[in-house]
């Protein structure tokens, strides 16, 4: 079955800007998480959906947002972007139950000039 | 604060020696750990959670908890074990908490 896709691969914008950022998860999987990963602070949980409900959020400003549709598919949206939003965000998607393993995209490069 | 730490940015080991990446954790609770890996140019991946007590490809993580340590050993290290690896620890519903990573290197 095909693996957990996002889009777009990189992304270029400039401060002040938002961003939309798409992740499709494993066909049955409910569940997607985000991650943001930096060579400064490494790996951050961002948030977790589970059938269009947010049930997990991590520490980062409301500038940072998300949602699932029906279908499990998820975007997350930050807005009014910073330098320091420069980063790999990555998206994982599961099956939702407790200690499952976690499916990774290749993650979206995104750069804040 | 729940953490993790993984002392070690880079380990360089030879092929055939034995292989030890740490990782201590702080959790009040029981704790669900796991260890990730990312090969070059692939993406991350689940390489074994403690709850499962199995051995993927060579390699064992006991979970101790009078250390707080998740150590992953493996007896032989061969080089397609070079790898970034990450220690991790469940917080709940999928929110995993990371280390900062260690690069193994394997020399032939």
């Known amino acids: 079955k095909a693996g957990v896709t996002q889009t777009p691969r990189y992304l270029i914008k400039t401060r002040g800007q938002q961003v939309t950022l798409s992740c499709s998860p494993i066909s049955g999987h409910r569940s997607v998480s985000w991650y943001q990963q930096t060579p400064g602070q490494g790996l951050q949980f961002l948030f977790e959906?589970?059938?269009?409900?947010?049930?997990n959020k991590g520490n980062f400003p409301g500038r940072f947002s998300g949602r699932q549709f029906s279908n499990s598919r998820s975007e997350m949206n930050v807005s009014t972007l910073e330098l320091g939003d420069s980063a790999l965000y990555l998206c994982?998607?599961?099956?939702?139950?407790?200690?499952?393993?976690?499916?990774f995209g290749s993650g979206t490069q995104l750069s804040v000039l | 604060a729940q953490r993790v730490t993984q002392p070690e940015k880079l380990l360089s080991v030879f092929k055939g020696a034995p292989v030890e990446l740490k990782c201590n954790y702080s959790?009040?609770?029981?704790?669900?750990l796991f260890w990730y890996v990312q090969y070059s140019r692939q993406r991350l991946q689940l390489l074994l959670r403690?709850?499962s007590r199995e051995s993927i490809k060579g390699f064992t993580a006991d979970l101790n908890k009078g250390e707080t340590s998740f150590h992953l050993k493996k007896p032989f290290a061969q080089e397609e074990d070079s790898a970034m690896y990450y220690c991790?620890?469940?917080?709940?519903?999928?929110?995993?908490?990371f280390g900062q990573g260690t690069r193994l290197t394997i020399n032939p």
């Open positions: 991790a620890l469940n917080q709940g519903a999928q929110k995993l908490v």
């Open positions: 959906y589970f059938s269009e409900t947010q049930r």
């Open positions: 403690h709850i």
């Open positions: 959790y009040s609770g029981s704790p669900e």
């Open positions: 994982a998607s599961s099956t939702g139950q407790m200690n499952e393993k976690l499916f």
